[in-house]
């Protein structure tokens, strides 16, 4: 194997895993020990790797050719694409040790661990042999000083975890697209994960909650202060935040709309007025919106704004003053590769198609699918009966809507599955 001896772990989260030829298999999330008895280190048997559609799998060490800064490569092509499941005797050490505050011996030194190493012996064996800590020194001033230690030094490593640290496994995946994240934390006990999404700021976990199966949402919307609880959804779309307050029991729906501001509050009580399986039951109530005498250079300069979704991003809707929904008369709407055709300083109402009939609220959704396909439109206005946009249904409007209800649930046991020989000692 090319490595180095020794490999501290919470450096090789987020590395890219290749087979043989090159190609790219997924991305290390966590190394996998085995507990052994007394004393005796814990033997490293493999890591836990991040495969496209969001499957965790297991990957032998021995079938570990080369571990680097920024890559691992496998010595065969043929992989076990079960599921990872962590078994009674094993531990996951990025996610149950990290952050985790401890005494070292001699001296009772109380430190915080910040990684992990793994050595390997003579025989191949990897082990973790050393642990990186901090001291914790109990002045605010001061941050205390960083020491590796050897993992005689730090008892208790393998019990049950400190569950109220969180911050160096919330660093280990803050770089995370936000369907990752969802998807890192529906592998977490119920507790942990509640404290992990307790600790993101409420704009990262808006856009998490809006990426897990509804029980997961409902679940950690309700280990939050009712408060914290309202600020979350009003950082959500408000397509996305009425979907999580249909969940909820009518109280608890008026009570957190209620808290809510009432600009905030406003387009996602008249969200939950719309019958679900229709148009209006899914748009979105914020598309870009903007009036006629807007200029081209205008409108690109809106649709780059980092905030936007690519989908709400792709089409400019025109309307008469006022530009929030409901807005004032619908004209038509613009892709934006028609803005990238037009001169900068040309007017959007001279732009403007509108030779596609708007949806309607109470359009029933296989209608929208239908005609979004026959388009082939990236989103379509939604028009009231006075001829008001009232909001715009997107491709990944229709596309949740097609899928299962449970396709964000890791343990769906509808999801298709890849099959694979069962290799790695039959891990998984």
Do not use: C
């Amino acid at each position: 194997m090319s490595a180095p001896n020794r490999v501290y772990l919470a450096r090789l989260a987020g590395v890219t895993v290749f087979d043989p030829n090159g190609d790219q298999v997924g991305r290390v999330r966590d190394a996998v020990a085995r507990i052994r008895p007394a004393q005796q280190q814990p033997e490293v048997v493999g890591l836990v790797a991040e495969m496209p559609m969001r499957r965790r799998i297991f990957l032998s060490i021995n079938r570990i050719t080369t571990i680097e800064a920024d890559a691992v490569v496998l010595g065969s092509g043929t992989l076990n694409l079960r599921r990872f499941e962590k078994r009674p005797s094993e531990l996951l050490v990025l996610e149950e040790m990290l952050d985790r505050r401890v005494q070292l011996e001699p001296n009772g030194q109380a430190a915080t661990v910040v990684d992990v190493a793994m050595e390997r012996a003579r025989d191949g064996e990897w082990s973790l042999t050393r642990v990186a800590v901090r001291e914790q020194t109990g002045r605010l001033s001061r941050r205390g000083n960083l020491h590796q230690v050897e993992w005689d030094r730090v008892p208790g490593l393998t019990g049950v975890a400190d569950a109220r640290g969180t911050a160096n496994l919330l660093a280990v995946l803050e770089e995370m697209r936000p369907a990752d994240l969802a998807n890192a934390l529906q592998d977490l006990p119920d507790t942990r994960r509640n404290e992990m999404a307790a600790a993101l700021d409420d704009e990262r976990l808006a856009n998490v909650l809006s990426e897990l199966p509804e029980r997961d949402q409902v679940e950690i919307l309700a280990a939050l202060d009712r408060e914290r609880a309202a600020d979350v959804l009003e950082e959500m779309d408000p397509d996305d935040a009425a979907d999580l307050l249909n969940e909820l029991p009518q109280p608890e729906q008026d009570m957190l709309l209620d808290l809510m501001r009432p600009g905030e509050a406003d387009p996602v009580r008249q969200l939950l007025k719309y019958n679900p399986g229709t148009a209006g039951s899914v748009m979105t109530s914020e598309p870009v919106i903007m009036p006629p005498d807007a200029t081209v250079a205008e409108a690109l300069a809106r649709i780059r704004e980092p905030q936007l979704s690519p989908a709400v991003a792709a089409q400019v809707f025109v309307a008469r003053p006022p530009l929030t929904t409901p807005t004032g008369r619908y004209l038509g709407m613009v892709h934006f590769q028609a803005l990238l055709r037009e001169p900068p300083a040309d007017l959007l109402g001279g732009v403007v198609v509108n030779d596609i009939d708007p949806l309607r609220p109470d359009t029933p959704l296989p209608e929208v699918t239908r005609r979004m396909a026959t388009y082939d439109l990236v989103g379509m206005p939604v028009i009231d009966q006075n001829n008001r946009l009232v909001g715009a249904v997107t491709v990944d409007d229709v596309l949740d809507q097609s899928l299962p209800p449970d396709w964000r649930d890791r343990d769906n046991p509808t999801e298709p599955t890849l099959t694979g020989p069962a290799l790695d000692g039959g891990h998984g």
